[in-house]
């Protein structure tokens, strides 16, 4: 970590300045997230799916100096570094040892003394780094994070999720993901052990898990349907397991079931978003309020609100809206859009729910997914509660389009579990009979081996509506 600490300095990085990476999981990316800060560098990690155009936004958009990735990817950024003048052509750094017409090796980088790089002030007001919004609902925002509120990611999932020096986690999804902090964050905080996979693989998960006798692990719900369809899981192969969380999107009701039979006192929730709100279901709460996504943390706030930012009473849906110490300082040179999300300390999720009478909170949805459809209000996720009682559904996606009649209309995507000849027709039959009301009936399902997803595994139903309303075929 020094080393690459006084490598940074010597090339030229000072405090404050922006390093973007273009990495898969790797030890280079993990010991970069502790080295940039110890000298006031601000990390910027984006995502390897990105195509050249959207790299040379994302890096024109923070004022990147470095850029640091492998051969892998290599090709793409010199490709999108082409017409950025900003960026000094020596600011490639890649981490495997071959030998590229632009930068240099980070073998070189790190061939620098290992003694503590020069003190240099770094406050908590600060900013540790810059994650893009995944852009699931439109097109990504740098949420800005600062020391002060990583600090609080050691603190508070520390004392949530009980953490102790001889913790051992498992991180199996992308580090670049917010989500990776919930866990990366305490593990270091306490000096545990913590596992990196560069990529996910349920048998490898399954095996790690047995043989470093792992006892916290969070996984986005993808991640947990390969876990729960796997042929020859046995309760015996997560027996170490003290929590296993579930982030990124809702997990359905029937696969929490599932999960609190395979482990029964080890299972928690954490509902949030990037930009700074969280709320956890503990593993005491797991199996009373199986249906909501738990409460707020310590020194945080909760509220429900209508249109106009009013307070709704216990049981009504409206926007959820939080303030607590883990919330950004806002959108990275976006005030007008730092504007709308943050309102005198509050911030507006953009997602609805209801409180019950002991403060837990019940998900709805997105505002932005939500179908008006004949003028009611549907929820896309009380159609997907519903789909995934089928026996032969692992996922599902609903989403609303376009219709001449009735404004909107939900349509179904779904993957199949393995071996599941189900077709089309006789699945849309079988949702349309099954959901509690006729406004909730969806015109269409498609049937698809998988989802467009970002990279932390969270599907992107906006790629599939918008293909559907320009008259698209969804396609495997």
Not at 253 to 275: A, D, H, M, R, W
Request: proline share 4%.
């Amino acid at each position: 970590m020094n080393a690459l600490a006084n490598g940074l300095l010597e090339s030229g990085i000072t405090k404050g300045d922006k390093i973007a990476t273009v990495l898969q999981n790797s030890i280079e990316l993990l010991i970069l997230y502790w080295a940039a800060p110890k000298i006031g560098a601000v990390i910027v990690p984006l995502s390897p799916l990105l195509q050249p155009t959207g790299i040379s936004k994302l890096i024109t958009q923070v004022d990147a100096r470095m850029i640091i990735t492998s051969s892998n990817y290599f090709s793409i950024v010199e490709q999108a570094l082409k017409n950025i003048s900003g960026v000094s052509k020596n600011c490639v750094i890649i981490t495997d040892n071959i030998t590229a017409k632009k930068g240099r090796r980070y073998k070189d980088l790190v061939s620098r003394s290992n003694d503590e790089p020069p003190e240099i002030n770094v406050t908590g007001e600060d900013i540790y780094n810059i994650i893009f919004s995944s852009g699931t609902t439109g097109e990504p925002k740098g949420i800005i994070h600062t020391h002060y509120i990583r600090s609080m990611y050691c603190a508070l999932f520390s004392q949530a999720f009980r953490y102790k020096p001889e913790s051992i986690t498992l991180h199996t999804g992308s580090i670049i993901f917010n989500g990776a902090f919930l866990t990366l964050m305490p593990s270091f905080f306490n000096g545990g052990t913590f596992i990196l996979h560069e990529t996910f693989s349920v048998d490898k998960m399954i095996e790690t898990i047995q043989k470093e006798k792992v006892t916290h692990i969070a996984m986005v719900p993808s991640q947990i349907t390969e876990l729960l369809n796997h042929p020859n899981l046995k309760t015996s192969h997560l027996e170490s397991i003290e929590m296993l969380l579930s982030v990124g999107a809702p997990l359905h009701l029937n696969q929490k079931k599932q999960l609190l039979e395979l482990i029964p006192n080890s299972f928690y929730e954490l509902y949030g978003i990037t930009e700074g709100f969280m709320t956890i279901l503990d593993k005491t709460d797991a199996k009373r309020k199986m249906g909501s996504v738990g409460c707020c943390t310590p020194f945080y706030n909760i509220r429900i609100c209508n249109d106009k930012g009013d307070d709704l009473n216990q049981g009504e849906v409206g926007e959820i809206v939080g303030k607590g110490p883990l919330t950004m300082p806002g959108y990275y040179k976006r005030p007008n859009q730092t504007k709308k999300i943050l309102r005198d300390g509050w911030l507006f999720t953009g997602d609805l729910g209801y409180l019950d009478e002991d403060g837990f909170l019940f998900l709805v949805g997105r505002k932005k997914d939500m179908i008006i459809t004949g003028g009611v209000n549907v929820y896309p996720q009380d159609i997907e509660e519903v789909i995934m009682k089928h026996q032969s559904v692992a996922e599902a996606a609903v989403f609303g389009v376009f219709d001449e009649k009735w404004g909107e209309t939900p349509v179904a995507a779904l993957i199949l579990k393995s071996g599941e000849k189900n077709t089309e027709i006789e699945m849309e039959d079988w949702i349309n009979s099954n959901v509690y009301a006729k406004y909730q009936r969806v015109s269409k399902v498609i049937i698809k081996k998988d989802f467009p997803r970002n990279v932390a595994g969270k599907i992107l139903k906006r790629v599939m509506q918008e293909k559907l309303n320009k008259g698209a075929i969804l396609t495997n």
